[in-house]
């Protein structure tokens, strides 16, 4: 549900993926590089927030806290 109405500011807007800038209320201003919605990870930065779509959400998840931690023991 994250691109859920979302509108798009500069970018493709899904023919193969959804690849660009994008807005919606609940995200606010954000970039995408999407093939499958169902699919969405909200990553959010001190600058930016970026959405994407890994084949195995859980496991991209899993992968980044884990290395997140590595780094910051």
Known sequence: NAM?????????????SFT?????????????LVTDP????ILRFPTE???VSPDSP???VQNILTQTRASNP
């Open 38 to 41: 169902a699919l969405s990870v």
């Open 4 to 16: 859920k109405k979302s509108w798009r500011t500069a970018g493709n807007g899904g023919l193969y």
């Open 49 to 51: 927030i970026v959405v």
């Open 58 to 60: 859980e496991t991209f």
């Open 20 to 32: 660009g800038y994008f807005s919606n209320k609940t995200l606010g201003d954000y970039r995408a």
